[in-house]
């Protein structure tokens, strides 16, 4: 599933108040509509200004324009407006969406019942795939709970660049894993008395697009300024389309990152091929990130005894690979050996990161030598909270003893800290794959688990006397809620039936999939009260190895993140018809980032969305950076942006 198909977006924060413009029109998008439920249909708000509706107009395939009433005159930057058409919306039908002066902004066509419960963008809104809701409408609010849980593999094929400088060319992107059939597909621009045209009659060639590939057309009706491109598959239903003000397909209106991103003029036209994202402004739905990326912030000298580690292990990227989807630029947030301590005067070694549920100003962090950092954001960088502790709390073994080696660390449902240890520090050549329980309300410099799982004998390929084999134990661990294992069907690997938490008494109310190292693979345990723990068996993320894992509210997805071993590549699971859970999408780092151990990988929770995106960040466990004398030398936390 491409990016269109998996971020099923989270509810956005409240934006400032802000003037309405008038001009930012081609940032509005027709996000929901049924032809079911008196006629309804939402409008959303891609763009960073409010946007006034005064005077706007729809029609739909048999009726002329004719005034709504919507439910605010004003739509927000991120945010909804609903109405109901004036007219019927048939089972087969279309909408378009007018301003005051008659410019397209937006449109979209169905065939019979494709509306019924509703017609929906999956993916993210405004931007993302159009699909049949699975479920009841969420008119004025993000379409994530009506999404289905797959996206046809049609809807993955995305408009990506448009020209109406002459050549008047369009640019189709397969986002998907399989091929796409497109020649009986049409297209057709803003002029509501031009037919749609066939893709194949512009390009007899153009019939198939492979996976990850390209198609392009020169469109036969022209396209001018304040246009749009809106394509259909043979059905008549809706696949993509985008709109431009004037100069804004000039040279070309590109999708930034290629193939997911929004829309932004370029400075470069690259029909066929990789969007440039270089330069230019956003001239299409959306806006868009500032060129190729930039990896801002940084500097300051390194401490006495700060000594950063040079990256090993490097992989190449798995086939399929997607980009990145949120921003491209990446912000290093930190201060400069940030993470000194008596067990670590290298200040290396950062890996495990998790924001806390509760209170997402929080980002939980694990450092390899038995260190817990409770982080808080001070002029754009995560420090030390100094209310918890300014220069973190040392963790210990059950009985306090030892040094955890720890990597991996997630927030449990009570807001306890759970840290994955793969050794003890003071005997690094025998393995100990532990998951260790912390109260972070206890008090002192020195915390104790509360509860201790002792996992080794399950991994005798590790106890080999080897420090090296020792530690590819655990690596990550991430918490998943049984609400999200039941409403998706997981089969129980114990019973073979649908999985039922109340079978395991124990537990609390989620499980815990920890990520070994040495197979990338996920280990499935529910940590009971008493300090046993039940095994639920081994799961295949695909990946050569993980290093940190978490469960993200927004896409509703499992996330296994692997470092440069693996090309720093993120896969995103899910559980498919069968009651498994399975790989459905990899997504490489910004590009700006450097390949290093990047071993820890967090994603804010949805509730904190700005504009469509929130908090993404990495930590770096060599604090490399792009090496000596570099701005990220000495550095290990890096913030960009995900979709919502």
């Known amino acids: 599933m491409t990016l269109s198909g998996l971020l099923l977006a989270g509810m956005l924060a409240a934006q400032p108040a802000a003037a309405a413009d008038p001009a930012g029109y081609p940032n509005v998008r027709i996000n929901e509509v049924t032809s079911s439920n008196n006629d309804t249909v939402e409008l959303y708000n891609t763009g960073s200004t409010a946007v006034s509706l005064s005077g706007w107009k729809m029609s739909d395939d048999s009726f002329s324009p004719q005034s709504f009433s919507p439910s605010s005159g004003t739509i927000p930057a991120g945010g ?58 969420t008119f004025g ?30 640019e189709l992107y397969n986002g998907g894993t399989s091929a796409v059939s497109v020649g009986s597909w049409k297209y057709v621009d803003s002029d509501t008395s031009h037919a749609p045209v066939s893709i194949s009659s512009s390009s007899p060639s153009a019939t198939s697009i492979p996976a990850g590939g390209y198609v392009t057309f020169n469109s036969t009706i022209g396209l001018g300024d304040n246009d749009s491109v809106f394509l259909v598959d043979s059905s008549g239903n809706t696949i993509d389309s985008v709109t431009w003000a004037t100069d804004g397909a000039k040279p070309s209106d590109e999708r930034c990152a290629n193939g997911t991103g929004s829309f932004r003029t370029a400075v470069t036209a690259t029909p066929g091929s990789a969007n440039s994202c270089s330069g230019g402004t956003g001239g299409g739905p959306g806006g868009g990130g500032t060129g190729t990326g930039q990896l801002l912030g940084g500097g300051g000298s390194l401490t006495s005894g700060c000594t950063p580690e040079a990256p090993s292990g490097s992989g190449s990227t798995p086939t399929g690979t997607l980009a990145w989807p949120g921003g491209l630029d990446v912000t290093i947030a930190d201060n400069v050996c940030a993470f000194t301590t008596s067990t670590g005067p290298e200040g290396r070694d950062l890996s495990g990161l998790a924001f806390d549920p509760a209170n997402p100003s929080v980002l939980w962090a ?7 950092y409770k982080l808080v954001k001070s002029n754009g960088k995560w420090i030390p909270d100094a209310t918890w502790s300014a220069t973190g709390k040392q963790i210990r073994f059950a009985g306090g003893s030892g040094e955890p080696d ?3 660390l997630t927030v449990g449902s009570n807001g306890h800290i759970y840290v994955t240890s793969e050794r003890d520090n003071t005997k690094n050549t025998a393995p100990k794959d532990t998951i260790l329980e912390f109260d972070p309300s206890a008090t002192g410099s020195t915390l104790s688990p509360v509860h201790q799982w002792d996992m ?10 080897s420090k090296d084999d020792a530690n590819l134990g655990f690596e990550g661990v991430g918490y998943v809620p049984d609400s999200w294992l039941t409403s998706n069907g997981w089969v129980d690997p114990l019973t073979g039936a649908a999985y039922n938490p109340a079978s395991y008494p124990l537990h609390g109310s989620g499980l815990f999939f920890a990520g070994l190292e040495w197979d990338g693979s996920l280990h499935v345990y529910g940590l009971n009260s008493d300090g046993t723990f039940t095994t639920f068996g081994r799961i ?39 009651g498994a859970i399975v790989p459905d999408a990899t997504y490489t780092n910004p590009a700006v980032m450097p390949a290093d151990n990047l071993e820890g990988f967090a994603i804010a929770p949805a509730s904190t ?15 490399y950076g792009f090496g000596s004398g570099s701005s990220s030398y000495g550095h290990t936390l890096y913030s960009g942006t995900f979709p919502c």
């Open 456 to 465: 080794t004998s399950q991994f005798p390929q590790l106890n080999t006397g």
């Open 406 to 408: 720890a990597e991996g």
């Open 609 to 623: 969305c700005v504009n469509g995106f929130r908090e993404a960040v990495w930590s770096d466990d060599g604090i």
């Open 366 to 372: 694990a450092k390899n030598k038995n260190w817990l």
């Open 80 to 137: 909804f407006v609903t109405f109901n058409s004036p007219k019927g919306l048939g089972d087969a039908d279309k909408l378009v969406i007018y301003t005051s002066g008659g410019t397209v902004v937006d449109r979209v066509e169905w065939a019979t019942d494709k509306a019924k419960p509703a017609m929906v963008r999956c993916g993210g809104d405004g931007s993302g795939a159009w699909v049949t809701a699975a479920s009841a409408s």
């Open 540 to 578: 295949v993320t695909g990946k050569a190895s993980v290093m940190d894992v978490t469960f993200d509210d927004g896409t509703q997805r499992l996330v296994a993140t692997c470092d440069n071993t693996c090309g720093e590549t993120h896969t995103f699971m899910k559980v498919n018809a069968s």
């Open 141 to 170: 609010a993000s379409n994530a709970s009506g999404c289905p849980s797959s996206i046809p593999a049609a809807s993955r094929t995305r408009i990506n660049e448009v020209t109406s400088n002459g050549s008047d060319t369009v």
